[in-house]
């Protein structure tokens, strides 16, 4: 995940003026040193780092900081706040053209992940929004991007505009829009050729689509890989076209993080969606409170609560309550659960969005070993109807046969049993249902 080694050393750096009862302006002098190393060592814009710094010092050390009554908790919500309105404070919205359709250019160079976040973009327009796009292959110039836009339209289901590599994308352009609104789809997205490198050509093409698309948004789409490249071809896109927002990908990759903290600095562009993945659910909008938050280690308890919602069935969820308050809970109902779960996304990303987790020791190099899950569940299936709903029933040679069953082991078998009997006592504590926990007047 980006910003490991900037949460880090921001996290070591904040913990320790946090829980002071006491701070001076050499205590805040001191952290900000650190601060500023840990940005520019995350490839932040030395001019950005300088105008943050400056910032936090002057607020920092302000009257009503070092003098409320928690002071090292004051800076660090300073902090917080500052990496938050660095990032463009308010998450920006989409637009919507009250003429529909809405056009959206989508512009940036060769390999940055253009076609591929035309994809996600139009996926996630439907899905969250309900809208219907039309996608429109306009990058004519690299060989089989035609194609590829083609097939992730046929993958999502939805229409792609063709006219082949040999029409200029300018007529494409207005061909696509015309059709567009023939076909009531609401959204237009142009996927645009790329270059390797920002020149004169690709430019004045990109103006002349400017200009008879008139679009409502142009994205420019960058790999938050190559840092302060990203931050210049930002620059440059900026400037000669005007951009609407900017969409950064490969944020799921090991980058130091430094063109998500720069790019709304130097270009004045919000960053408005993240690429986390190459799957076509693997974009996201951008909050930068959320994100200044999990640079932080406060977690990002919000992310979580909208992937849990968007994923996990409120009927079962309800039910699920009412078994585990009457312990009825079965095998059958555990898998389940592992299934929902499952479907947040990889286990080891979920935990990191919790609060403090960056504190649990040894979880950045967390593998969460998803076939030990896989296991689990093969064990659960080898079981019989009877079996998962009253598993005292499970015996050693039973135990032999879903061992074999599931290929597994006996001992990994016992283990899960095992487990499963402890988690009912934990339920049974909770609810109160146990004569002993209730004596004691709750679970321990
Ligand atoms: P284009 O030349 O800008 O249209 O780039 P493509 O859409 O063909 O993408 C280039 C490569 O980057 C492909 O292999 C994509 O799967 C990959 N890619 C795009 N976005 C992401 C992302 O957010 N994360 C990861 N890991 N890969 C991505």
Redesign the pocket.
């Known amino acids: 995940m980006a910003f490991e080694g900037l949460a880090d050393r921001l996290q070591n750096t904040i913990q320790k003026i946090r829980g002071k009862g006491k701070v001076n302006e050499a205590d805040v002098k001191e952290m900000m040193r650190d601060v500023k190393l840990a940005l520019l060592e995350a490839d932040v814009n030395f001019k950005v780092v300088r105008e943050f710094v400056k910032k936090v010092s002057e607020r920092a050390v302000g009257q009503e900081v070092l003098k409320s009554l928690t002071p090292g908790q004051q800076v660090v919500k300073v902090v917080k706040e500052e990496l938050t309105d660095l990032m463009g404070g308010e998450q920006s919205k989409i637009a919507v053209s009250n003429r529909p359709p809405t056009v959206i250019m989508m512009v940036?160079l060769?390999?940055?992940?253009?076609?591929?976040?035309t994809g996600k973009l139009a996926n996630l327009l439907r899905k969250k929004y309900n809208r219907s796009p039309l996608l429109v292959a306009a990058d004519i110039y690299?060989p089989a991007?035609i194609k590829?836009l083609e097939t992730l339209g046929k993958q999502l289901s939805m229409p792609v505009f063709s006219l082949g590599d040999q029409v200029s994308p300018v007529e494409i352009a207005k061909q696509a829009i015309a059709k567009a609104k023939e076909d009531h789809n609401d959204y237009v997205l142009i996927d645009t050729a790329?270059r390797l490198h920002v020149d004169e050509a690709l430019m004045d093409e990109l103006k002349q689509i400017k200009e008879l698309s008139n679009p409502d948004e142009i994205f420019l789409?960058v790999d938050a890989m190559t840092g302060q490249d990203a931050v210049n071809v930002a620059e440059s896109f900026n400037e000669q076209l005007g951009l609407t927002g900017v969409v950064l990908?490969?944020?799921?990759?090991d980058t130091r993080g430094g063109a998500a903290l720069s790019i709304r600095s130097v270009t004045n562009t919000p960053i408005k969606f993240v690429?986390?993945?190459?799957k076509m659910d693997?974009l996201e909008p951008f909050h930068p409170e959320r994100m200044a938050s999990r640079i932080l280690g406060m977690g990002d308890v919000l992310t979580l609560i909208e992937k849990a919602q968007a994923n996990v069935d409120e009927e079962k969820a309800k039910e699920l309550q009412q078994k585990i308050r009457t312990a009825n809970f079965t095998f059958d109902d555990f898998l389940d659960q592992l299934g929902q779960v499952r479907k947040m996304g990889p286990l080891e990303d979920i935990l990191k969005m919790m609060p403090g987790a960056n504190k649990i020791k040894g979880l950045n190099n967390l593998q969460i070993d998803e076939k030990q899950i896989t296991h689990v569940e093969a064990i659960i299936q080898s079981m019989t109807k009877e079996e998962k709903i009253h598993p005292e029933l499970i015996n050693a040679s039973r135990r032999r046969r879903i061992a074999k069953g599931s290929g597994t082991s006996v001992p990994e078998v016992n283990r899960l049993l095992k487990q499963f009997e402890d988690m009912k006592k934990m339920m049974k504590q909770m609810t109160g249902m146990s004569p002993k926990g209730k004596k004691k007047g709750g679970f321990k």
């Open positions: 940036g060769q390999g940055a992940g253009k076609t591929t976040t690299r991007a590829q790329g789409v990908t490969k944020l799921d990759g690429g986390l993945g190459e693997a």
